[in-house]
């Protein structure tokens, strides 16, 4: 049983550039979700999807980000034109809609620093 | 609304000693409660979670947690601390039984001594 993983794990970027993470869920969750934890802070909710469709954003997300999961399995998380708030670790969990739906699994996050 | 408040930023105990890890909530719903582990560069891992069945919630690794309702805390505890028990602990809310986006609390970071 393989968990989340997430790529990279470490990235750093100047201020500006564009920058793109990946998400690849436990394989039979159909839940997807993404977080942003920054240093001595809890995560804090961005966005999730039910299969393909994003279902609900957090006011957090500005219009420079943007999450896809396109086909219902991996997810991407691009910043555009990032600043250097931006630097923080960025979270993916995934969950069923069974049983033990509300039960989310995390990734290990990939580390964002921007220069 | 909802939200948690970890009462404690930082606990150190001595290894073998009980380990008490507070926490407070606040939900307009019948909540789920969970407490999650991250050790040092590594994922959060679920340590426990209440959904409204026994209020006395077993976990992994010796851990165990109790709901009171009339208190709203869902405070952790372990009976001996081990030295891999040092970690970052998040206490985390959530309505029950919906695919609902998770709270967390800010975090206690729990130091093991010798």
């Known amino acids: 049983d393989t968990g989340v993983s997430q790529d990279p794990r470490h990235k750093i970027t100047k201020r500006g550039q564009n920058v793109t993470f990946r998400c690849d869920p436990i394989s039979e969750h159909n839940r997807l979700y993404w977080y942003r934890q920054t240093l001595g802070q809890g995560p804090e909710f961005l966005t999730y999807f039910q299969n393909e469709a994003q279902l609900e954003k957090s006011r957090l997300l500005s219009d420079r980000f943007s999450a896809e999961r396109p086909k219902g399995s991996f997810s991407t998380l691009e910043i555009q034109r990032t600043e250097q708030g931006d630097s923080a670790m960025y979270l993916c969990?995934?969950?069923?809609?069974?049983?033990?739906?509300?039960?989310?699994?995390f990734g290990p996050g990939t580390r964002l620093t921007v220069l | 609304a909802q939200s948690v408040t970890q009462l404690d930023s930082h606990v150190s105990v001595s290894e073998g000693t009980p380990v008490l890890l507070r926490c407070n909530y606040s939900s307009s719903y019948s909540p789920s409660l969970f407490w999650y582990v991250q050790h040092p560069n590594k994922g959060l891992q679920l340590l426990l979670k209440y959904t409204s069945a026994a209020t006395l919630v077993k976990g992994i690794n010796g851990f165990e947690a109790e709901f009171k309702k009339s208190e709203t805390s869902f405070h952790l505890t372990k009976p001996s601390a081990h030295m891999s028990d040092a970690a970052e602990y998040f206490c985390v809310v959530s309505f029950t039984g919906t695919a609902s986006k998770l709270t967390f609390g800010t975090g206690t970071r729990l130091q093991v001594t010798l």
């Open positions: 969990a995934s969950s069923s809609t069974g049983p033990r739906g509300d039960t989310q699994y």
